[in-house]
């Protein structure tokens, strides 16, 4: 057991932790990787309830973890420089535009296209009248704009990233809290499932991976100008936002 105490974690966990790189890959470790075979059962089986259960784990990670001071440290905190949280918005808008014209492009609507196939997961009848399809894609906007974006960012750019900043530097770690979002995003799209068998679809997936990377790096900029975890996850909901839309909307 150790025996010095660091101040960003509770005492119960300082005892076995302290606040550095090793504690944030026990993090990643203990929460991507059963997400990752959840989503792949979940992407099979048409059966997303434990997903919602991950996110919400991910989003309490820092209340369990960490202190008061843990928390602020992480950016727990009211946001300065609030024009930002407008440029936040938008940001995340246009990302989730400019990945839905590049899969367009190159895919269409095939299922080598990333929202086409995360799309099929939304069960969207076909021929659904306009009332009935603004309302179901309200209820996809709100829940995709409230739990991953928080449960992710609290995660990701928050109690992970500054686990490792405080070992390698804000840089570095925003490096390393990028990559294991994008990895983990293989679940989602990359390693498919198609007319009942897994394929993986080596270029897509390249293409997805580097742009959940940059995605991810964008949410960690404007988390770091608006110095706040709320920027990152306004980033973080309007893509979504875009995403859904598209889907909704361009795709169906």
């Known amino acids: 057991m150790k025996t ?11 005892n076995y932790f302290d606040f550095n790189w090793k504690f944030g890959l026990f993090l990643i470790l203990l929460i ?16 997303y309830g434990y997903i919602g259960l991950v996110m919400l784990i991910s989003a309490i990670a820092p ?12 950016g727990l905190t009211r946001p300065k420089n609030l024009h930002w949280l407008a440029w936040a918005f938008l940001g995340g808008l246009l990302f989730s535009m400019l990945l839905y014209f590049l899969g367009g492009f ?6 080598g296209n990333w929202y086409a196939y995360i799309g099929r997961s939304y069960n969207i009848p076909t021929g659904i009248q306009h009332d009935d399809k603004l309302v179901m894609f309200s209820i996809m906007a709100i829940t995709g704009m409230i ?4 449960g992710e960012e609290f995660f990701f750019r928050g109690i992970v990233h500054s686990s490792f900043a405080k070992s390698v530097g804000d840089f570095k770690a925003s490096i390393i809290d990028s990559s294991a979002f994008a990895l ?4 989602h799209f990359g390693l498919v499932y198609i007319h009942e068998e897994w394929r993986f679809l080596t270029f897509p997936t390249l293409i997805w991976v580097i742009s959940m990377f940059l995605v991810s790096i964008l949410f960690y900029f404007f988390r770091r100008r608006t110095s706040s975890l709320l920027g990152s996850v306004i980033c973080h909901a309007s893509f979504n936002l875009g995403m859904i839309y598209c889907i909704f909307y361009f795709l169906n």
């Not at 739990?147 to 928080?150: A, D």
Request: proline share 6%.
């Open 32 to 47: 991507c990787i059963p997400r990752f075979i959840l989503v792949l059962n979940a992407n099979e089986t048409a059966n």
């Open 147 to 150: 739990f991953s974006p928080i």
């Open 106 to 111: 190159l895919y269409g609507h095939s299922f």
């Open 63 to 74: 209340f369990l973890f960490l202190s008061k001071d843990g928390r602020k440290a992480i």
């Open 4 to 14: 010095t105490m660091a101040k960003e974690l509770k005492p119960f966990w300082s």
């Open 184 to 187: 983990t995003h293989i679940s």
